[in-house]
């Protein structure tokens, strides 16, 4: 008799256990178990997105405001086609072209459709020279044919060159945990990106400032620039 009831007791006990298990991972699930499902959603999803054929959004801008929401939607447009692991922080992509190309004016920009200044070591790939150079000297700025196009090599470039490893974490570290990507800590990781030591601070100096614009609805005045011919620092 004794021994049934202390089977009976090890059943009950297993049987809340069980239970205890079954709750909490209902209202507590594991991320990573949650991510691996989520995942396989987007994959299919991304597949559907990029069958649908969507058109590569225009580029116009007369103004910052119109910059802004230009590359704007250039990164959408990218980040619509792709992986959710492989997307990028909108703002950051944004607030990187402003600085590199003095909000869409340089001569890289308005020439060669690059507005981050992104070089290239082949003489084949259709480039641009520096101001005032006449012969290939190992490297030159690449010409895209669009500007989203520009946009476009830089995600890849962030996704798949080896300099950008530390972002590749960091990001993945964020989706798993379904938190959103933090453009303003997010460009600390691009230390191979560029050679001036306070890049990061000027990339969130101008996400602060096209906050505040968006912020003021557009009340600020807005300046017309002209070709500053910035150069590449790559």
């Known amino acids: 008799m004794k021994t049934i009831k202390r089977q009976f007791q090890k059943i009950m006990w297993f049987i809340l256990i069980v239970l205890a298990v ?30 649908l054929g969507l058109q590569e959004p225009t580029f116009e801008y007369n103004n910052d405001v119109q910059f802004v929401e230009a590359v704007r939607k250039c990164v959408d447009w990218v980040n619509f086609e792709t992986p959710r692991m492989e997307r990028v922080p909108v703002e950051m992509i944004v607030a990187m072209a402003a600085l590199e190309s003095g909000w869409g004016t340089s001569r890289f920009a308005l ?26 000297k190992g490297w030159g700025v690449r010409i895209f044919p669009t500007k989203c196009q520009g946009v476009k090599f830089l995600v890849e470039l962030l996704n798949n060159h080896y300099a950008y490893d530390e972002f590749r974490f960091e990001r993945t570290k964020l989706l798993v945990m379904d938190k959103p990507l933090d453009s303003k800590k997010l460009i600390y990781t691009l230390k191979s990106y560029s050679t001036t030591p306070d890049y990061a601070e000027r990339v969130n100096y101008i996400i602060d400032k096209i906050r505040k614009q968006e912020q003021q609805s557009g009340e600020i005045p807005i300046e017309v620039k002209t070709d500053s011919k910035v150069e590449s620092k790559k």
Not at 24 to 51: C, M, Q, R
Not at 119 to 129: A, E, F, G, I, N
């Open 22 to 51: 079954y709750v909490f991972g209902t209202f507590t699930p594991n991320p990573y178990v949650s991510h691996k499902i989520k995942l396989e959603v987007e994959t299919k999803f991304t597949d559907w997105a990029n069958n």
């Open 111 to 136: 020439e060669g459709n690059n507005l981050f200044g992104i070089r290239t070591y082949d003489k084949q790939v259709p480039h641009m020279l520096l101001e005032g150079r006449t012969t290939w």
